[in-house]
T-cell receptor, first 113, second 116 residues
Framework: AQSVTQLGSHVSVSEGALVLLRCNYS??????LFWYVQYPNQGLQLLLK??????LVKGINGFEAEFKKSETSFHLTKPSAHMSDAAEYFC???????????FGTGTRLTIIP | DGGITQSPKYLFRKEGQNVTLSCEQN?????MYWYRQDPGQGLRLIYYSQIVNDFQKGDIAEGYSVSREKKESFPLTVTSAQKNPTAFYLCASSIPQLAGGYGEQFFGPGTRLTVL
């Protein structure tokens, strides 16, 4: 069975600092991995996805994530935080042959001016 | 523009009443999903449908019902049997893996349901 763990339900960083949001997954077969962002009272927007091509994936708004099979991780990073990055971020996994997405419980990112 | 629409944005219901949430997509996606979101619990799958006239229960289907009569529409009814229906409801759609998708889902803006 697939599962996702997001370490840290709340993360605060200063404007201009590195953003690092952690995601570890469990999957019995090669996974597909996703990061979504959610602003208050809105739906989820896809930031980026890993589909077994390049292990370093670049997404929208300057975010990127690296798939590390040995660590079963897919951490999300951004070199320099902006005030507009304040939102909730969800990591999700699907597997070949399983159409359903499994979501982590989310990480709320706060940007300190 | 292609996308997913949900209506209404906010919905208030009295206890004991059924209420139907609308979800429409013009992305030509075969699969559609309904999720419930509560603070600190992430997204929980209520129902999903991979093809017209067929749907399956998700993890928390009790007290909910759906229909899939058209490819573009997947309405969710919250019945009076749902004990704690106050939540944020999200609809999504995707391209099935057999049709070239990877499982990524595209979400609507959500409906916030409050039971008074």
């Amino acid at each position: 069975a697939q599962s996702v763990t997001q370490l840290g339900s709340h993360v605060s960083v200063s404007e201009g600092a590195l953003v690092l949001l952690r995601c570890n997954y469990s999957s019995s077969v090669p996974p597909y991995l996703f990061w979504y962002v959610q602003y208050p009272n809105q739906g989820l927007q896809l930031l980026l996805k890993y589909t077994s091509a390049a292990t370093l994936v670049k997404g929208i708004n300057g975010f990127e994530a690296e798939f590390k099979k040995s660590e079963t991780s897919f951490h999300l990073t951004k070199p320099s935080a902006h005030m507009s990055d304040a939102a909730e971020y969800f990591c999700a996994v699907s597997e070949i042959g399983n159409e359903k997405l499994t979501f982590g419980t989310g990480t709320r990112l706060t940007i300190i001016p | 523009d292609g996308g997913i629409t949900q209506s209404p944005k906010y919905l208030f219901r009295k206890e004991g009443q059924n209420v139907t949430l609308s979800c429409e997509q013009n992305l030509n996606h075969d699969a559609m999903y309904w999720y419930r979101q509560d603070p600190g619990q992430g997204l929980r799958l209520i129902y999903y449908s991979q093809i017209v006239n067929d749907f399956q229960k998700g993890d928390i289907a009790e007290g909910y019902s759906v229909s899939r009569e058209k490819k573009e529409s997947f309405p969710l009814t919250v019945t009076s049997a749902q004990k704690n229906p106050t939540a944020f409801y999200l609809c999504a759609s995707s391209i099935p893996q057999l049709a070239g998708g990877y499982g990524e889902q595209f979400f609507g803006p959500g409906t916030r349901l409050t039971v008074l």
